[in-house]
């Protein structure tokens, strides 16, 4: 017999319907030679700190006597429920898996896990706890069609192939650990608010931080611009000047304006040709996300849900996937896919070329497409219709028989030789794949000009004033993540791809596809980021979080992000070993804790929350350090002392608290920003009855 083991439930129904005759056991299908079982996605998590490093008897909150933490060999335990304990169902689970795997008649095992890092350790770490050393081999399924999985069984590979998969896939657990849990603990007992610290979250709530402070900062500065709209030939001519005058030289503006009118214009070229517009490259999960976000409003987590269900019932392939384009040998398969969809009677036909099969820009999955099996009418809800529909569309755009032609003009208007204007418009002539698929560009019809022609202008100084960055959308936020190190190119043109996917090969960007919708949701749970519409805008929680963590000396930029992302990719090309990635994050962690000493020394360090800091000048009770500040105990029957502990953009130390409170003064403090003039300056702090103030 040969088990499967596949990594969710609806995986393991659907390979067993496609092998067929296969009768229900409990938690496991059988006939024709296979076994079907399955997990429940993560069945083992990662032990935590208190299992390396035991905290003393009667001791069960965290505390910073075992930490940091590294450990030796890195531990997997069955999962646990909030009250520490094992469901029964996992545990009943992973019970039946461990039985079949050394079920005597067993011969051979199969690693059915999603096709990517996650699915491919899922099931290695089952079975390497059902310490079971069988041939071990992996279905890799693009689609959950009866085709492809009937065919996948007869093409299967052993599981060494994968190894390098798997290494990455579990130096990215290892390392999303240590910092998850080093730094969350820490940053935690430091502030005394759960501070949610990970390799990934963090640079993407910085990221919406640094854009929102941007936009709440911005002083928008007015300027004037000659400007001229007149008609002519049966047309608009709009033309906007490139020449800006601050707002007091509306003088000088108005001298141009007037050079400009009286010169007029004439037009020195024009360019008229019909063109063949493509259309949109198919979809990786990233590019289908911005396109629902941006025309439905459609969240992230809601469109991965959805497509990962439409994934299951055979209707399209892997959502996951960071390509947009199909493998070369895959030529067949699309062919299928077209025969299906031409019965539905969209104009398709097969098209090859770069744009559609590149192998160079494939790492695990080809784009994401609709699959030969096509869903009735009333399969699809409406959402899920929307997110079907658009895949569809896109693939009968891609490989649409009816071609887009357009009439492409430029015409160039110079003005009194002193500045030279540009005018395009674009007209379809003929819709071609437009019909199916959204054509961005809008339309604008050109006045009919012929070279030398005089233009009639009337220039006037237009009053504008510059813009702030805007929010990050759905759209601009992947965009950014995918590569961080780029503008933002939302609006780029679709050919010029080369970079972005240089920036995935090499783990330039941040978190990937499989991870990114999940830690984006995560934050949005932790309150540290809102979506409203497809709006993105950092809320208290999340200034808090940056804030507090800048203050800590916690850098988790995009820098540090993509430097360990750069490393697990070269654990997946095998230039480096797992303990290798382990070591440079356990360097970059512990840079954390030496900063914890070289805060004392630099008067920075404002201690943990709970620590006494003296007594308080007005009552007598403890004032001990708080989530704002120091506090003093007695609050609750009326005392209001408390000192921030943060004043002008420094932060306040305990020792000098300490100091404060004994003598009622602190020492010598640089590094106070007047808010006047944003320039540093020192002061002593001292006691003025109940109050702190500057003592120069």
């Known amino acids: 017999m040969k088990l499967i083991i596949a990594e969710k439930p609806s995986l393991a ?10 009768k229900k056991a409990p938690r496991y299908f059988e006939g024709e030679g296979y076994i079907v079982t399955w997990a429940f996605g993560h069945l083992f998590s990662l032990a935590d700190i208190e299992h390396y490093s035991p905290l003393p008897d009667g001791e069960n909150r965290w505390s910073m006597k075992n930490l940091p933490c590294f450990p030796k060999k890195f531990e997997f ?21 461990r039985d079949l795997c050394n079920r005597a008649d067993v011969t051979e095992i199969i690693n059915a896990g999603d096709a990517d890092r996650e699915g491919e350790i899922i099931v290695r770490t089952c079975v390497m706890k059902s310490e079971t050393d069988k041939p071990f081999k992996r279905l890799w399924l693009p689609d959950q069609t009866n085709e492809t999985i009937l065919q996948g069984l007869l ?3 052993d599981e060494t192939h994968y190894d390098n998969l798997a290494k990455e896939g579990y130096a990215r657990t290892f390392i999303d650990w240590l910092y998850g849990v080093n730094l969350t603990r820490y940053a935690t007992l430091k502030t005394g608010t759960l501070m949610r610290v990970g390799r990934v979250i963090v640079p993407i709530v910085k990221a919406i931080y640094d854009r929102d402070m941007q936009i709440r900062n911005f002083v928008p500065d007015t300027y004037y611009a000659p400007y001229s709209l007149t008609e002519q030939s049966g ?38 040709k019909k ?33 990962q269900g439409l994934y299951e019932k055979g209707y399209v392939t892997y959502p996951r996937t960071n390509s947009e384009y199909m493998a070369t040998a895959e030529k067949g398969k699309v062919k299928q896919i077209l025969s299906a969809v031409e019965k539905l009677g969209y104009p398709v036909k097969f098209k090859d070329g770069k744009t559609i099969f590149d192998d160079s820009k494939i790492e695990s999955h080809s784009a994401l497409t609709p699959t030969h099996k096509i869903p009735s009418k009333t399969a699809l809800s409406e959402e899920e219709a929307k997110v079907y529909g658009t895949i569809m569309r896109r693939f009968v755009a891609v490989f649409c028989s009816e071609e887009c032609i357009a009439q492409k003009s430029e015409i160039k208007i110079d003005v009194a030789g002193k500045e030279e204007f540009t005018l395009k418009g674009t007209i379809i002539l003929q819709a071609g794949w437009t019909k199916y698929d959204e054509y961005t560009k809008k339309d604008k019809i050109l006045p009919n000009l012929e070279k030398g022609d005089i233009i009639d202008v009337n220039f006037t100084p237009k009053e504008k004033e510059t813009s702030p960055l805007k929010h990050y959308t759905i759209e601009t936020l992947n965009n950014y993540l995918k590569n961080p190190f780029r503008e933002d ?8 791809d080369e970079e972005e996917y240089r920036a995935i090969f090499e783990g330039l960007e941040l978190g990937t596809e499989a991870t990114r919708t999940g830690i984006i949701e995560n934050a949005i749970k932790s309150n540290y980021i809102s979506l409203k519409k497809d709006v993105y805008t950092i809320l208290p929680d999340g200034e808090n979080l940056i804030e507090s963590l800048s203050r800590m000396g916690i850098s988790m930029d995009k820098y540090k992000t993509s430097y360990l992302g750069q490393a697990l990719k070269k654990v997946y090309k095998g230039e480096i070993t797992v303990k290798d990635s382990i070591l440079l994050t356990e360097r ?34 403890n004032v001990v350090r708080t989530k704002f500040g120091y506090g003093c105990e007695g609050y ?13 953009g420094r932060v306040i130390s305990l020792s000098n608290i300490k100091m404060l409170l004994e003598s009622g003064k602190t020492s010598k403090i640089e590094g106070f920003i007047s808010k006047k003039t944003g320039k540093p300056f020192s002061a002593v702090l001292k006691l003025d009855g109940d109050k702190v103030t500057f003592d120069f």
């Open 13 to 22: 129904r659907n390979i067993a319907g496609a092998i067929g005759n296969m």
């Open 77 to 97: 335990e069955l999962k646990k429920n909030q009250d520490k304990k094992v469901d029964s169902g996992v545990l009943e689970q992973f019970n039946t898996i």
């Open 155 to 157: 093409e299967m590979k």
């Open 235 to 272: 047309g608009e001519i709009e033309l906007t000047s490139k020449q800006k005058f601050e707002k007091k030289e509306l003088s000088k503006a108005q001298e141009l304006c007037n050079l400009y009118n009286e010169k007029k214009g004439v037009v020195t070229d024009k360019k008229t």
């Open 275 to 307: 063109d063949t517009l493509s259309a949109g490259k198919l979809f990786s999960l990233t590019k289908l996300q911005n396109v629902l976000g941006k025309k439905y409003k459609m969240p992230m987590d809601e469109s991965l849900r959805i497509v």
């Open 489 to 496: 190119k939302a609006n780029a043109k679709t050919e010029d």
């Open 588 to 621: 970059e962690i512990e840079k954390v804790f030496v900063r914890e000493e070289q805060s004392i020394q630099r008067d920075t360090d404002d201690g943990f929350i709970g620590d006494i800091a003296g007594r308080c000048p007005l009552c007598g009770k």
């Open 636 to 648: 609750k029957d009326g005392c209001k002392f408390s000192v921030n502990n943060v004043i002008l």
